[in-house]
């Protein structure tokens, strides 16, 4: 089975923190995703990367970086915590199966931030 | 921006009843994929048709592509306690760096006991 699993499910923080999301896959994947999801909006997506070291905005990058150091691993950071940064955070890999994408989803970390 | 739009947005039914979930776009897609979400939880893929026309089972769950590959259905018989969730849809393309999939808001389906 593919896992991806996010090290946090629950996070608490203040504003100004630097915040550090972590999601690993075991998979090979090359590609991993970043998202946000918060009611009515849907998920909205952050950041991907295609590769390691590679990394593209998605719809809505602004307050956000990202690390992929590894094939693996991708990291998702915020600078300076805000309270509107308080969200469900859900990563995902994905592969190329046949023409289609299939996203893999980690169970999400709901982030506070007070 | 491409765009999937689902309806209905939330659906409460009884335990036992019927129910069909729609997924549309102006946009084609390659292929098209169906996630349950329950709270607290990421999406979990359900089933990914690619097809047009294309119609899969999964026990009680029937997914339908649409012939011209704009749109999706989601139909659930005698529904249970157990489909409660948030269903969402999301369309892939084709072609050379294509990573992404476009989702849409998500139905969220309440079964009644």
């Known amino acids: 089975d593919v896992k991806v699993t996010q090290s946090s499910r629950y996070l608490v923080k203040r504003t100004g923190e630097k915040v550090f999301l972590e999601c690993v896959q075991d998979?090979?994947?090359?590609?991993m995703f970043w998202y946000r999801q918060d009611p009515g909006l849907g998920l909205r997506l952050i950041y991907f990367?295609?590769?390691?070291?590679?990394?593209e905005k998605g719809d809505i990058p602004e307050g956000y970086s990202v690390s992929r150091e590894k094939k693996e691993r991708f990291s998702l950071i915020l600078e300076s915590a805000s309270t509107n940064q308080t969200s469900m955070y859900l990563c995902?890999?994905?592969?190329?199966?046949?023409?289609?994408?299939?996203?893999?989803f980690g169970a999400g970390t709901r982030l506070s931030v007070l | 921006t491409q765009l999937l739009e689902q309806s209905p947005q939330f659906l409460s039914i009884q335990e036992g009843e019927n129910l069909t979930v729609y997924c549309n776009s102006s946009?084609?897609?390659?292929?098209l994929q169906w996630y349950r979400q329950e709270p607290g939880e990421g999406p979990v893929l359900l089933v990914t048709?690619?097809?047009?026309?294309e119609v899969k089972k999964l026990k009680r769950l029937t997914f339908q592509f649409g012939d011209a590959r704009k749109d999706s259905s989601l139909h659930i018989t005698a529904a249970q306690p157990g489909d409660t969730g948030l269903y969402l849809c999301?369309?892939?393309?084709?072609?050379?760096?294509?990573?992404?999939?476009?989702f849409g808001k998500g139905t969220k389906l309440s079964v009644i006991p």
């Open positions: 995902a890999s994905s592969f190329r199966r046949g023409g289609s994408t299939i996203q893999y």
């Open positions: 990367s295609y590769d390691v070291k590679m990394k």
């Open positions: 998979m090979d994947h090359e590609n």
């Open positions: 048709v690619v097809t047009g026309g």
């Open positions: 946009s084609v897609f390659s292929s």
């Open positions: 999301a369309g892939g393309y084709s072609g050379a760096g294509s990573y992404q999939l476009t």
